[in-house]
């Protein structure tokens, strides 16, 4: 046998072999190193030292649907058991738009986890700590806020959260359901495949059981990168202009209470139909705003949603209807500076329009919306 050695193995970096073979079969374990099980507590960082006899390379194997077994295989065949959990998702796409803090509320609670892995939850209705519950169901802004939580809190359900990482949504799609649902009361999560990619899917329900809303999606997580240093160079690099002369949008041209709510100009008619957008710690983030919360590192994807809907209101001119849509992100949107939003197009028999929003010549995300008209 070879000399005795530590390796650190982390679930999260090798859970992606529990999707490289469907039908495994349950493995018996020669040798359980009990002592290293004692590791596994929720709120770790799943780093496990542990030594071994020549290991090789480590291998995940499915004891249940809900259990996942990290084994460290040995020249001599056998294997020693360095780690369990009940974990059975890869983490990467489970983790989106976190900022590393804990958070003091929670938007779902009662979490269960079933044999396949799905996770059952149910949502409070706590409007003083949630005043975005008192939107329309299915308004973006409430969609893409319960889209985070739910995400987030189902993540460290399962074990795959690390609040201490940063992370970034990439992609969001979203399907809704009858424009006369309740709020949402409680949901379901899971993983599914598309492709050759992993992403994750939320459904919420109201009181009755009729589906609220569906919304998929993917994200990354920054696990090496100074994030918070790279940002800082970035927002040095790009200095907020003199933006006290910026003209938004009145108030009711973009269906929002008050003026301060307001992301965009008025439509820009020149060769290109556009608006120029603008949201800063002043009015898009809470308290100043009614609803919208975040890091303030940047313009989330709550603002996005909106600014995508505000803009087909100016775009019909008249208030609409959310039902369905699609975010794709490139590049962060810097809060306090200017940034356009170009019309790719508009087909009003589908009711359907796609934006794109660029800041400093630069493609930053895709918006695609379908829409209903509400005075219709």
């Not at 074990?159 to 940063?166: A, C, I, M, Q, S």
């Not at 699609?326 to 508009?346: A, D, I, Q």
């Amino acid at each position: 046998m070879g000399q005795r050695r530590a390796s650190a193995y982390k679930i999260k970096s090798i859970l992606a072999f529990f999707f490289v073979f469907k039908d495994i079969r349950t493995i018996y374990v020669k040798k359980i190193a009990d002592s290293f099980q004692t590791d596994l507590r929720m709120g770790s960082n799943f780093f496990f030292e542990v030594e071994n006899k020549d290991a090789i390379a480590p291998v995940v194997v499915v004891i249940s649907a809900e259990m996942i077994v990290v084994l460290a295989h040995t020249e001599n065949a056998e294997a020693v058991c360095i780690g369990k959990r009940r974990v059975a998702r890869r983490s990467e796409f489970c983790d989106f738009a976190a900022m590393p803090k804990p958070f003091p509320d929670a938007y779902t609670h009662s979490h269960t986890v079933s044999e396949g892995g799905q996770v059952s939850f149910e949502c409070t209705q706590d409007v003083e700590i949630w005043p975005w519950l008192a939107l329309n169901p299915i308004h973006p802004i409430l969609v893409q806020t319960i889209n985070f939580w739910g995400s987030v809190e189902c993540g460290e359900t399962l074990g795959t959260f690390d609040p201490e990482k940063w992370s970034a949504l990439v992609h969001c799609e979203w399907t809704c359901g009858a424009p006369d649902a309740g709020l949402p009361v409680r949901g379901t999560y899971e993983t599914i495949e598309r492709g050759d990619k992993m992403r994750y899917q939320l459904r919420f329900f109201d009181t009755d059981g009729a589906l609220i809303v569906r919304i998929s999606g993917q994200g990354v997580v920054f696990r090496t990168r100074n994030f918070e240093g790279w940002r800082e160079h970035a927002k040095e690099k790009f200095k907020p202009p003199n933006t006290s002369d910026f003209i938004y949008a009145r108030a009711n041209a973009v269906g929002v209470a008050t003026q301060s709510e307001s992301f965009l100009s008025p439509l820009e008619r020149d060769s290109d139909l556009k608006a120029t957008g603008l949201i800063t710690k002043q009015n898009g983030l809470r308290p100043a705003h009614p609803y919208i919360g975040g890091s303030g590192d940047h313009v989330n994807s709550t603002h996005m949603g909106e600014v995508g809907r505000q803009f087909a209101e100016l775009l019909v001119g008249a208030p609409l209807i959310n039902r369905s849509g699609e975010m794709s992100f490139t590049h962060y949107v810097e809060l306090g500076r200017p940034f356009e939003v170009e019309l790719v197009s508009h087909d009003e028999t589908a009711q359907r329009v796609e934006l794109l929003v660029r800041q400093r010549a630069r493609d930053c995300t895709k918006i695609i919306m379908t829409y209903a008209r509400s005075d219709q």
